[in-house]
């Protein structure tokens, strides 16, 4: 039964006494008191002679925010029927009740006032103003030395999450739970008919003559616990003067860097006082004022939020799309803004980089009081790169300019290719023959010589720096490639490869998302924290990050240890479908990386072995054992047979070698390749048997794997450049001392001299319009290589060239691809010409719809949508949005049954492209749909899509290449 609590107010306030009024449904009863908060705090028992009694309950300042009343009585109370009567002539039946309340004290005592107000609320861009900052305590005292966080930042940015700053007082007193749970034995107790006692006690009088006590037996029943509910706890959750001469030159916005301030720590003076410098970027728009404060004594705090604005008398907003396709012609739209109370005669001009305008670059326009009108510039792209331009307005003593860049992709057609080379002496002579049919403003002649072997990964290091997709294991192969080849990465040089400096800092913030990717148990999922994770992600995580630690990278302590811990009991997170062949494989890698963490275990290596037999683990799997094992002085004869059974399943030819191995159903979960078992291979025998002639033959099975200078996936650039790194350095011995000279039939390119041990390189570019005018079509040019000198020379020559037709048929290796676009509000909005380009209607919505063919299961698949620049995706996951751009995706299998969930795992709605990604395909037809907004007028170009196995690109599809046309 139910104990009625009723308090003699709603809230408290510490000094303050509860009276608590207890209405028990019998009395008289024994009662007991709890009062608790995160634990039993004390308790008292108290008798009820009359109806009621009320407790009086002391608030003190520790009890805010809350504190939770717990009333338990007991005593007996007649017995009724089943319609509720009471039953005469019988005893008392036993009863308790109990009741609860949850005592409010609001932490008034707790909160400081704060106040961050700018000292100029409307000023013009690149302008500096001072925040004021106040702190006072509830009293209204000024709070000395409180600490201050001040945050100024775009309310644009803010507005895509519907961020809003959270009161931290709320967080910091959240309302506290009980703390226990409560168990009541007395619910147990099963009550006997009181008429059937009765009727026993007759008998028994008749029986006996006689009257006896007569005791009711308990009758046991199955326990059932009921815990009284804790309460929960609640969810934490300036028009400036004009210009003094018109004759000064208009100031070019170029920074708009959304956060204008970022002061984490800021201190209050004696009196409560603190003020804060801030220069707001080049943005025209209202920011939002933040600070948050606490206490020096930790345990007062603070919000507050106010309003900067910056903003002109005559404004300039270029709405540029977010990029470019070469081949791209479009309307540059401008907005002119004007801010006062009167027309202006507004001239406006613009001028670029990378591109060519189509009519006229200046226009002289009325804008009218408090309005504003657009503008537009037909241009088109030049070239691929990046393309930079600026828009000037003046009206008079008001005037302003923007400066924005745009990156300008590749086209769809690029081709290209690469051969590598050696000089030992004497002289190279490789026939060049111009491309036909070429755009020469793009594409270039490369020539890159070097005088060690390393610079023939270039190419491989540009594929894993360049990689589009970012899953666990694709951010770890790009770590683990950059950071163990740290100390040699100036030998990597090509035309689009960052620098050093760059892909270092790039490395470091790759660690940071892995970080922000790890699950509680310590593991790694494929895409977003909170997904299952998964065991070969997580060993290859741990790989790249002790790696990334060895060479000296910022590895965070706990993320190490938590995979380490993971390693150790990688057997516990194998799923129950993975076969013996697959965990065994996965154990062996966990233990070679155990190894390089410091955490050998010889034993358990030896023990895998023993128990499963050489011929039953994989390549990849007896090649990490058998680093582990190295220098074991137990394990000497299981090393021996080792190397016996890995020369039993070597090919070789007369110039190289590669080991035979198969794979099973479940490699998906493996991402094994036979070139990536090779370059396993070949780095356990470097460390083993150096003088093995084995391997310089597996290192030319391995380069003459590659296709355009690398290999097919992450994986196999990333372990075939770790083996080869160690090759490279273990291997070339004779010091350099040569001078390199090129020419292009009788025109000399270039020369070089290489002295000592060195990973320095010379490139030389030859532009395609250069080469086109040297090497007429159909005639040939010899690239003449010499050297002069002791040493060898590494050489490598790349063509890159765009053809001057951008579309391209469909595809099947593996896939059929194809992509409609569709209207969404009205069918008029999108059609599709005779010539098979896309009209579609300027402002209009579209239904994006691509459709995928699989004739047999695939694993790791990526569906990737380029799109047209003048289109722009409406994401569902900001705010702004709304439920207007939901993506979806279906499937319809081979039997012609749907599925009606999504078939993918994972997707990205970027800026340029959508991508679409599943682990495992089953044969089907596939359709995936989002949509995009139709944002700047013009013709542009798009790429087809495009769907492929991530780790066997050779298996893939693409569409036919579009034209839109957006007017």
């Keep these: 039964e139910e104990v009625t609590l009723i308090p003699d107010k709603e809230k408290y306030s510490p000094g303050d006494t509860a009276q608590i009024l207890v209405q028990p449904p019998f009395s008289p009863a024994e009662g007991l008191l709890t009062v608790s908060r995160s634990g039993i705090l004390y308790t008292e028992p108290f008798r009820i002679d009359s109806d009621t009694i009320t407790l009086k309950i002391p608030i003190d300042d520790a009890h805010i925010p809350n504190l939770n009343i717990q009333v338990d009585v007991v005593g007996s109370t007649p017995r009724v029927d089943d319609s509720g009567e009471v039953i005469a002539n019988t005893p008392n039946r036993p009863a308790y009740a109990t ?30 103003t001072e925040v004021n900052v106040t702190a006072k305590d509830s009293n209204g005292n000024p709070v000395s030395n409180a600490e201050v966080a001040l945050i100024v930042v775009d309310e644009a940015i803010l507005a895509l999450t519907n961020y809003s700053l959270n009161d931290p007082v709320s967080l910091f007193y959240a309302n506290r739970p009980i703390g226990f749970s409560c168990y009541y034995s007395r619910s147990n107790i099963i009550l006997v008919d009181p008429l059937s006692l009765v009727q026993d006690a007759s008998r028994q009088l008749m029986a006996k003559g006689m009257v006896e006590d007569m005791a009711v037996g308990e009758a046991p029943l199955a326990t059932m616990s009921m815990a009284l509910p804790a309460s929960p706890a609640p969810m934490m959750e300036a028009g400036g003067p004009p210009s003094e001469s018109p004759a000064q030159p208009i100031r070019i916005r170029s920074d708009f860097n959304p956060l204008a301030a970022f002061s984490p720590v800021v201190m209050t003076d004696s009196s409560g006082f603190a003020k804060v410098s801030v220069s707001v970027p080049d943005n025209l728009t209202r920011y939002r004022v933040m600070a948050v404060a606490v206490s020096p004594d930790g345990r007062q705090f603070g919000a507050s939020e106010s309003t900067l604005t910056a903003r002109l008398p005559l404004m300039v ?17 401008v907005i002119l803004q004007n801010q006062t109370d009167t027309d202006m005669r507004v001239e406006v001009a613009i001028r670029a980089s990378n591109l060519s305008f189509t009519a006229e670059r200046g226009k002289r ?12 510039f037909p241009a088109k792209t030049e ?8 828009v000037a307005a003046i009206s008079g003593d008001y005037a302003d300019a923007a400066t924005i860049e745009l990156p300008v992709y590749t086209p769809a057609t690029t081709e290209g290719f690469a051969t590598y080379g050696v000089l030992d002496e004497g002289t190279s002579f490789q026939p060049i023959m111009s491309p036909t049919e070429v755009f020469p403003q793009f594409g270039e002649l490369e020539i890159t010589t070097s005088s060690t072997a390393l610079q023939a990964l270039t190419d491989a290091v540009l594929y894993l720096t360049s990689y589009p997709f970012e899953c666990s294991e694709q951010l770890a192969s790009r770590v683990l ?36 990717l790890q699950n509680s148990d310590g593991g790694f999922p494929y895409w977003r924290r909170g997904n299952e994770s998964i065991p070969f992600n997580t060993i290859h995580v741990a790989h790249a990050l002790q790696r990334a630690r060895i060479k000296g990278f910022d590895v965070p302590q706990d ?23 697959t965990r065994r494989t996965l154990s062996s890698y966990a233990l070679y990386v155990r190894e390089l963490m410091g955490d050998k275990d010889t034993q358990k290596a030896a023990a895998l072995i023993n128990d499963t037999g050489l011929e039953n683990l994989s390549l990849d799997a007896i090649g ?27 090919v070789e030819t007369a110039g190289a070698a590669n080991f035979t191995t198969v794979y099973d159903e479940q490699n998906y979960l493996l991402l094994g390749s036979n070139r990536r078992t090779d370059a396993i291979m070949l780095e356990a025998m470097i460390t083993d048997t150096p003088d093995s002639d084995l391997i310089p033959k597996v290192v030319n099975g391995l380069l003459s794997h590659r296709q355009k200078g690398r290999w097919n996936s992450t994986q196999e650039n990333v372990f075939v450049l770790l083996a080869l790194d160690k090759y490279f350095n273990t291997f070339e011995a004779q010091t350099p001392e040569f001078v390199a000279n090129i020419w292009l039939g ?16 010379i490139k030389s570019t030859i532009p395609m319009s250069y080469l086109m005018d040297m090497v007429p079509a159909g005639e040939t040019r010899d690239l003449v290589i010499s050297k002069q000198g002791n040493g060898r020379l590494y050489y490598r020559l790349g063509l890159n060239y765009a053809p001057t037709n951008l579309s391209l048929e469909p595809l099947d290796m593996g896939f059929v691809v194809e992509r409609r676009y569709e209207a969404v509000d009205d069918p008029d909005d999108v059609r599709q010409d005779a010539t098979g380009k896309w009209i579609i209607k300027a402002g209009a919505k579209v239904n994006v719809h691509l459709t995928m063919i699989a004739d047999n299961r695939r694993y790791h698949v990526a569906l990737v949508d380029p799109l047209p620049a003048g289109l722009e995706i409406v994401n569902p996951e900001l705010a702004i949005t709304g439920n207007e751009g939901e993506t979806s995706g279906t499937r319809t299998s081979g039997y012609n049954w749907w599925w009606y969930w999504n078939w993918f795992d994972h997707q990205n709605l970027r800026d340029e492209r959508a991508e679409v990604f599943t682990p495992l395909l089953w044969d089907g037809v596939y359709s995936y749909s989002y949509i995009a907004r139709a944002t700047t007028p013009g013709i542009f170009v798009v790429p087809p899509t495009k769907a492929e196995e991530m780790y066997s690109p050779e298996v893939f599809g693409r569409s036919a290449s579009d034209v839109v046309v957006v007017e």
């Design 99 to 128: 009741g609860s309340l949850n005592i409010k004290i609001p932490p008034v005592s707790r909160t400081l006032d704060i106040e961050a107000v700018p000292v100029s609320a409307e000023l013009e861009p690149g302008e500096q």
């Design 317 to 333: 907003r270029p709405s540029a799309p977010r990029f470019l396709n070469f081949g791209d012609e479009f309307e540059l739209p």
């Design 365 to 376: 326009v009325t804008v009218p009081a408090r309005d504003r009108i657009e503008v537009r």
């Design 383 to 390: 070239s691929a790169g990046q393309a930079v331009f600026q």
């Design 481 to 516: 490639g950059i950071a163990a080849l740290r100390d040699v990465l100036s030998a990597f040089e090509a035309g689009d490869l960052p620098e050093p400096a760059e892909m270092e800092a790039a490395v470091q913030r790759d660690i940071t998302r892995l970080q922000g």
């Design 559 to 581: 993320v190490q240890q938590n995979l380490l811990t993971y390693l150790q009991q990688i057997e516990t997170h194998f799923p129950e479908y993975y076969s013996q062949y």
């Design 624 to 650: 990490w054992l058998w680093k582990v094992l190295l220098d074991s002085p137990d394990h000497v004869e299981m090393v021996d047979t080792i190397r016996r059974h890995i020369g039993n399943l070597v």
């Design 746 to 761: 009788d025109q000399y390119a270039g020369s070089h001299s290489y002295s000592g041990y060195s990973t320095e390189y």
